[in-house]
């Protein structure tokens, strides 16, 4: 468990120090060690309360407090100011001093308690590890007289009196830690991190203690459109994630991060944002204080007005931004990130180093070799210390001589720490076999991340040639066994793919390889199959890019099959982005065939018509028909039937919704199509309901679900047992509702669909408001709040506004005591708990 990058413990509750200095050592426990961190809540303002009086107060604090440490063999590590740092052989003695000592404090001090267990390595300093630092994060997010435990600790002691308190991210942006609190005692929410989406980060930042204070500084006490400008690999982007995690508290409206390296397009930078934040258009948050961090913006400039207009929307949402050149537009402060200053290249070059050998034993000043050749940059430093697994620092060092003068030949108008980095990454790629360059020149095909089979498939890649690459740092490994190149290096490794010979084929291969897997997922609503959503979420980039390459191409036709084959995926929240797709495709298309014409007239009305465009899904959907009747294709025909009995029904012309969906249920079960068939009957039995009817309407909801169930349509019958669940809502059968409210949110989860996610906690909600259950109905609404997924469209479009009026009608104490602790949930995690 050793984390070579802390020498020894920090200051106790400085979260940004790295680096501590014993005034003695004593005897240390070793082995598994609970550490235990104190801090006095508020020793600011009790020393100009007290004046005089403090001086004693804390003198007084340190004797309790000691006397209960040494009483259950505690070792007093280190005492700073008003902090203690105590060691523990056992958790349980950790915990039973921490509570003796807390309940001894009678005085005006109150002092907030951090414990943690872990495995540190004892050097003649002191402790080494993670550990330690971890410990001082869980103190620093907790209270005067709380007591914080993490879960390691927990586990341990095995107490009846620990309250689960959740999953926590702590400021050095790690990943979550699940902490607990000994005893009953009530306390505001945690100081973590949980009202963001800032990424999990592999390591602690290293240096950048100016940069984190004057940033925080500026964004917190006035300046609304901070530009971090510099070279790619300088370090913008981690440093912009720690500058929104310190920040967090001075904006309750969240800090959201959006990442921009993806986008093909400016114009995609709207929904983006939009979609990250969980708002429907961006100025619906120009009012709230909070904090956008935009990152990767230089190759979408030309959305810098978007950004502009936001802010002059409102006086309250401010704006991060990294960028290789500036944004150019009022009130943006540019702010370059320099290169690490030696002693902190130092430092990030040994961690790294370590990291990848744990026996790697660092020369100083070899180390400070090698970070003046790479002009402290963290990229390159990266880069370099993975080279460390091959060669020693010798050796390293000895090569970088030889390289750089030779790659300093870049352009005369750049930057030259552009140029460094070009040649450290230069130095990286010649280092490769030439089996390997090959590899790294196919693997930038890929936007975003991709999977191992795209990557054989693709760029015809072999396993043990992408674990080199991943070896040599050039590509990360991600979680699910997915991969990323970072977009400085894919910059470099787009100019060698250029120079492929096949080049043409291979993006071609991408694109087909694309199209194949929309195919394999089943969304068209052709395709009997069972769907599978799921598997091209992730992919969003890469689907985007092959777009891209068949529009650039004019493969109109091919384009229009690969956009209907992803049908079902756009109305999963993508629903403004497909409507500009098929415009441009369809206005290029007038030569495709008259069947993929109708499918595609098809498709693009769902995404209008969940966009909530429904005169523009209806116009589209008659075209659409037409086709089909022309082609005198029943399928179709019976398909659009359905659609434009939606459109009749959202019209108020009942009867003629009706009639539609009778036609076309009666085609579908003619052609033996359940898919199909589902489709019309849970129309008809909304209709009945509608009507009155609720028996009939039940039975025609069922034979729905269980078709839609029978043939793997997961988003249908989701859709339909939410429908089900409002009948026994409203006849208040709540344990019905739920059951089928549980599998509903099952299913959504399944398919990543967080827009049917949050229609069905919301009936979740409603279900346990009824029982009296009001906190945990607050607690679930402020999740659903707090994402804003709904989109303007869909089946929930008229139903929401009731429930939302039924809900506030149970808005006591109670509820809002359970919506203010839900508003860090995510929905994700609300779901979880349900389901189990």
């Not at 508020?42 to 804390?58: F, K, M, N, Q």
């Not at 050149?325 to 130092?346: F, I, M, N, S, T």
């Amino acid at each position: 468990m050793r984390d070579a990058g802390l020498a020894a413990p920090p200051p106790p509750l400085d979260a940004n120090s790295t680096k501590f200095h014993h005034w003695r050592v004593p005897t240390l426990p070793t082995g598994t060690v609970t550490f235990l961190f104190t801090d006095i809540e508020g020793s600011t303002r009790l020393l100009h309360e007290l004046g005089h009086a403090y001086a004693d107060a804390l003198v007084e604090h340190r004797r309790v407090l000691r006397e209960a440490f040494a009483r259950h063999g505690g070792v007093e590590v280190d005492t700073q100011g008003d902090a203690f740092f105590v060691a523990f052989s056992r958790a349980s003695d950790a915990l039973a001093a921490a509570q003796e000592g807390n309940e001894a404090l009678n005085g005006p001090i109150r002092v907030r308690m951090g414990v943690h267990t872990g495995e540190p390595l004892v050097t003649d300093e002191g402790y080494v590890g993670i550990d330690v630092h971890r410990a001082a994060r869980i103190a620093a997010v907790g209270y005067g007289g709380q007591i914080l435990v993490s879960q390691s600790t927990c586990e341990l002691c095995g107490r009846d009196d620990l309250r689960d308190l959740g999953l926590h991210r702590l400021k050095d942006l790690t990943a979550p830690e699940r902490i607990y609190q000994l005893g009953d005692g009530e306390f505001p929410p945690l100081k973590s991190l949980n009202t963001t989406n800032l990424p999990v980060a592999a390591n602690p930042l290293v240096g950048r203690e100016a940069e984190l204070a004057e940033l925080s500084s500026m964004l917190v006490d006035g300046e609304r459109l901070v530009t971090l400008t510099g070279p790619g690999g300088s370090g913008k982007t981690r440093l912009s994630l720690q500058v929104g995690a310190e920040v967090l508290d001075a904006f309750p409206g969240g800090v959201f991060f959006v990442p921009l390296a993806a986008l093909a397009s400016p114009d995609l930078v709207r929904s983006a944002i939009a979609r990250t934040v969980g708002v429907r258009e961006i100025e619906e948050i120009a009012t709230r204080r909070a904090l956008l961090v935009l990152d990767n913006f230089e190759h979408v400039l030309d959305a810098a007005c978007e950004v502009s207009a936001l802010l002059g929307a409102g006086h309250a949402v401010k704006v991060l931004a990294t960028s290789r050149a500036p944004l150019r537009v009022q009130g943006e402060c540019e702010y370059g990130v320099e290169p690490l200053p030696e002693h902190d290249g130092v430092e990030l070059l040994i961690q790294r180093a370590r990291s990848i050998r744990r026996d790697f034993t660092p020369n100083p000043a070899r180390a400070a070799q090698v970070c003046r050749r790479l002009d402290g940059l963290p990229l390159a430093l990266e880069l370099a210390a993975g080279q460390l697994r091959f060669f020693d620092a010798d050796t390293l060092v000895q090569r970088l001589e030889q390289r750089l003068p030779l790659l300093t030949g870049g352009a005369r108008d750049a930057p030259e720490r552009q140029r460094t980095l070009r040649a450290t990454i230069e130095w990286s790629y010649d280092l490769l076999s030439a089996e390997l360059q090959d590899l790294f020149a196919r693997l930038a095909v890929f936007a975003g991340t991709f999977s191992l089979e795209a990557a054989e498939v693709v760029a015809e890649a072999k396993v043990d040639a992408l674990r080199e690459l991943v070896e040599s740092s050039i590509v990360k490994a991600l979680a699910g066994g997915r991969f990323l190149m970072l977009e400085t290096i894919r910059e470099f490794a787009l100019e060698r793919m250029a120079e492929l010979p096949d080049v043409s084929a291979l993006r071609r291969r991408h694109a087909a390889y694309y199209r194949a897997l929309a195919l394999t997922a089943a969304l068209d609503t052709d395709v009997p199959s069972e769907q599978q959503p799921e598997i091209v979420v992730p992919e969003a980039a890469n689907l985007r890019a092959a777009l891209a390459w068949t529009l650039d191409n004019n493969e109109i036709e091919f384009g229009l099959e690969l956009l209907v084959a992803l049908e079902q995926f756009w109305v999963l929240g993508y629903t403004d982005e497909a409507m500009r797709w098929f415009s441009v495709f369809l206005e290029r298309g007038e030569a495709e065939s008259a069947l993929l014409r109708a499918r595609a007239l098809r498709s693009y009305g769902s995404s209008a018509s969940f966009a909530g465009k429904f005169a523009l899904a209806e116009q589209l959907w008659e075209e659409s028909l037409s086709l089909y009747e022309q082609l005198e294709d029943e399928h179709g025909i019976a398909v659009l039937l359905h659609r434009l009995s939606i459109s009749a029904l959202i019209n108020g012309d009942v009867p003629l919704a009706r009639e539609r969906a009778e036609q076309s249920l009666e085609i579908h079960r003619r052609l033996a199509n359940d898919k199909g068939a589902c489709q019309p009957l849970s129309l008809l039995g909304a209709i009945a309901l509608q009507g009155g009817d609720v028996e009939a309407g039940v039975a025609l909801l069922e034979e729905s679900a269980a078709l839609a169930k029978n043939v793997g349509w997961r988003w249908w019958r989701a859709g339909t047992l939410g429908a089900l669940a409002d009948v026994a809502l409203a006849g208040r059968r709540t344990e019905e509702a739920s059951a089928l409210l549980a599998e509903a949110i099952d299913l959504a989860v399944q398919i990543r669909d967080r827009v049917g996610l949050s229609w069905y906690l919301s009936q979740y909600a409603l279900a346990l408001a009824l029982e009296g259950r009001t906190a945990d109905a607050g607690r679930i609404w402020a999740a659903v709040e707090n994402a804003s997924a709904f989109v303007p469209g869909g089946p929930w479009r008229r139903d929401l506004p009731a429930l939302e009026e039924r809900l506030a009608a149970f808005s006591d104490a109670e509820f809002e005591a359970g919506r203010h602790a839900g508003r860090t949930l995510a929905l994700e995690d609300v779901a979880a708990e349900i389901v189990g």
